[in-house]
DNA sequence: ATGACAATCAGAGATTGA
């Protein structure tokens, strides 16, 4: 089974290159992020068309998460537990229900920018409710995955110039620390459980010939529980996509599992 | 450096992103 990850940065800015790059890929499920829709407003025909069953948590405007599955999808999730005062659609969960079932978590982590400040405060603060998630569903026991645009640079290799990147939200000791304990909890972080060393990225800003210039940061990652781990054969992320038209300043991220 | 780009909502330019 092949699952991705994407932040489209708007489904209607990527109402041709989202479908392109799904039959291209031919992912069963893909976790979208930044979907800048309200539910009413998300062309989910067209992705039923395709053979997916559609599931959003929208907003207007702003943010926005998404899951597209081929399998069967049960006992959707909207919104991280933790504060029923937060508004922002960042989260969206549901059971894929495949040759085993798989707890799939799609999620958009806030960036957290200016640092420090409100917004970096309430990146912290979310993350502590994505630890507890996390910690709540270990403890049931439950195969699963979170996987995302976590707005973290874990480490220094994971961006072309980290220097620039220090003192800044997606890389600042707080925010790593916060992410390698959330790693420590038992989960995998598949891409650098697969490929070693620099230069693999998943963001490029569009600003100042960033892609040209393979000035990237990797910030897109998927996280799984031991059990997932067991069965992870593969992840990769689709670069490519980055050169096509009318591109996302993210790429897709996926993982094949098998058993 | 408060900009460069891009997207959204709105119908110009502010806001947000990373």
Redesign the pocket.
Known sequence: MKIATF?I??????IAALPEWLKDAQPDVALL??I???DE?FPRELFEDMGYNVETHGQ????GVAILSKLPLEDVRRGLPGDDSDE?ARWIEATVVGKQAIRVCGL?L??G??APGP?YDYKLAWMARLQARAEALLAEETPFLMAG?Y?I?PQDEDARHPEVWQE???ARPESRAAYRRLVNLGLTEAFRARVHGPEHYS?W?????AWNKDDG?R?DHFLLSPAVADILVDCQIDMHVRAGE?????VPVWVELGN
């Open positions: 932040n940065n708007g489904i209607k800015a990527r992020q930044e800048k829709s309200v407003g207007k405007s702003f943010n922002q958009y806030p960036n920018n200016p917004k645009d707005n640079i800044d939200a997606l963001f800003d569009y600003q100042a010939g940061i910030i009318k591109p996302s300043d993210h």
